[in-house]
């Protein structure tokens, strides 16, 4: 494959993107023939089909998954050797592709606000998902680096502590247990849950806290789709939630949730900034990850009081 050129990947790139090979062509402003011609001319050279063709479209096979990552892979490397070249002159400048999961949103904004101050020229483009889309996006390497709670162990990343996580049951105002301190587990346990998806950070924490009581995470509760849905069902009655702290400081200030006094909460995890370990870091990666290790703590929302000031004892 000593004649593979970066014309042949791209085109192979975007007839995944895209599906046709018509389609594929009108992207990158070709004739239909002159991409099929690229892509005959990697197959014979490789001598292995890199699309089945197929009803849908055209679909990669294993061979042309290969050819795709390795094309991702390239086209990474020509990004970071533009910013490295543009280090070399003096210019700070350069891009970065952000992944945060859903949670993180609440001070993803802050964090990329700061940052622009301290570099200008980085562009910073966020990608907000859940937690599987974001694990996903490492996979694929559409992102630089993820902000997340806890990294995946399948995917070769290297992981640092930004900053602490706390975990935390919340109720609405008049719920009855709103000024009780101490409850217990085996109480909690006996509310209705809204949770997040299954495989979700927060979901995950609490099926472990609830693990030792018989039964309880096999009927966990009501599941929804994000963390406003959540805040907004909690405030109207629905149940309680057990959720990240940092995505509830607003409503705990203007006394439209409250933390209830759980024995063992908050639980506290961590952020992490998570890369894959086979990405050469570019000047803008390591530039945010310098700056994660000096600020982002400081970034977080900040929770005056994790607990109830008074209330009863109740088991």
């Excluded at 192979?12 to 389609?23: E, F, L, S």
Aim: aromatic letters at 4%; a neutral charge; one cysteine or more.
């Amino acid at each position: 494959m000593r004649n593979l050129n970066l014309k042949q990947l791209r085109a192979i790139q975007a007839i995944k993107r895209h599906g046709t090979i018509v389609a594929a062509a009108n992207a990158l402003g070709l004739t239909p023939p002159a991409v099929t011609i690229q892509l005959k001319l990697v197959e014979e050279d490789a001598n292995i089909i890199l699309f089945d063709r197929t009803n849908e479209g055209l679909r990669p096979t294993a061979a042309g998954l290969a050819f795709l990552d390795a094309a991702q892979m390239i086209e990474e490397r020509l990004r970071v050797l533009h910013d490295e070249i543009d280090a070399i002159k003096g210019l700070r400048v350069g891009t970065l592709s952000l992944g945060v999961v859903s949670t993180a949103k609440y001070f993803a904004p802050q964090l990329m606000a700061i940052f622009a101050k301290e570099h200008p020229d980085i562009v910073v483009k966020l990608a907000i998902g859940n937690r599987a889309e974001i694990i996903d996006s490492l996979k694929s390497h559409a992102v630089d680096l993820a902000l997340m709670g806890r990294p995946p162990k399948d995917i070769p990343l290297r992981s640092a502590v930004f900053g602490d996580h706390p975990l935390v049951m919340i109720a609405a105002p008049d719920h009855p247990l709103a000024k009780c301190r101490d409850i217990t587990k085996e109480r909690i346990a006996q509310e209705h849950f809204l949770i997040r998806e299954p495989g979700s950070g927060t979901r995950i924490s609490l099926e472990i806290f609830l693990s030792e009581l018989p039964g309880r995470i096999d009927d966990l509760g009501t599941e929804m789709s994000s963390n406003e849905t959540i805040k907004q069902a909690v405030m109207a009655g629905l149940g309680v939630a057990f959720i990240s702290a940092h995505t509830i400081a607003l409503e705990l200030e203007v006394g439209k949730l409250v933390m209830l006094d759980v024995t063992g909460m908050p639980i506290r995890r961590q952020w992490f900034s998570v890369m894959r370990t086979d990405r050469t870091l570019s000047p803008a990666m390591r530039a945010f990850q310098d700056f994660l290790n000096r600020k982002g703590a400081q970034c977080l929302p900040s929770i005056d009081r994790l607990y109830p000031m008074a209330g009863a004892h109740i088991s």
